[in-house]
């Protein structure tokens, strides 16, 4: 009992003191085993779904060196940018007679501008909506009879009385004529109309919609298609198939061809609609020094065309990941499709071609500090109409401070 008593008072007997080195090797380990284990889960997350893009594998021809009617130069920076912060996302510009200015916005809007007024003559969506589907996305408009004829990239084609006295939607994307093997097609974009009121137009994919247009364009998929619509008939048809994210279309001067750029390629196809090579089609313009977007007239023959974004002599990004398909598609698991965009090269370029689809001369902002990439060129009475479909104004530019 007393020795069981003297037990009790004598002290425990402390561990072994740790070395501060072990530790820290046991911490370092530790830490080191937690690490792995969130990678390895990370990159089985990682792994277990699948990318939102089926890239093909394609080669472009090395891009143009910037020489000759490509020199850069900086004759874009007179540009003025009218309405800025006013406006957002000017895509597309059509201009009447008296100078009115129309064009669709990235809420949904489409408007009229004369001088410094605004005026909301249509939407492609609800006013109330939330999300770029619900209010629609304006994208290619054009004048015709003194009406406006509007890309909605999510419903269809609308006809938009121009004073803001009601819309009509005359294509709708939901017809079954307008599907290709049951599949709707899902981002119409760019239009033009004969003086006998048939009209061409492209839908740049039938796999993504507008909003998610950056990984159509990383996919690069032959999901593309030009149409037809003839306004009095109303009968529709499909003219060319399995193009890649086609977008812009212009009519030739006799209307004895039609041009549509073709963005994810650097080219455009002309399709014949008269003579002995009707409804037959080649290209016009290959290997050009960017991707174009929007296709229009110039008042002196030949046409203007907008660069969405350059291919830079001798390395273009895009270009060298053409023909690694898995190195897209791992992209487009990293980065959200929105901020894709940021990955592009701020630099504004216009290209004009001749009537044979030369390369004639080149209007740049190497840098894009004023012009950062160019959807659309629209001509009138000697003024140039710069559109994008991000910035925040619309671009003028005196034709005469160039030639």
Known sequence: MANEQEDNNNPP???PLTSPFTYIRSVCKRSVQAI?????VTLAIFLSYSPPIRPVSFRLPPPPKLTGALTPNTRLRSTKQILKSRIVGPESIAVDSDGTLYTGLADGKIISVSGKKIVKIGHTGDPACSTEEQCGRPLGIRLHNDTLYVINAYKGILKVDKEGGGQELVVNMKDEAVRLDNIQTRFINDLDITKGGVVYFTDSSSRHSRQYNAYEFLESGPHGTLFSFDLISREIKVLITGLHFPNGVQLSPDESFVLVAECSRARIV???LKGELAGQWDYFAANLPGFPDNIRARETGGYWVGMAAIRRHPFSLVDALSPYPQVRAI???????ILIKSLVSK??????????GNIMDSLQDPGGKVIPSVSEVTEH???LYLGSYYANFIGKLKLRDEY
């Open 381 to 383: 009475d000697g003024i």
């Open 36 to 40: 792995a284990l969130v990678v390895v």
């Open 347 to 356: 630099y504004g370029i216009i290209v004009v071609l001749d009537e044979i």
């Open 270 to 272: 002309r399709y014949y």
């Open 331 to 337: 992209l487009t698991k990293i980065i959200p499709h």
């Open 13 to 15: 007997i402390p561990p």
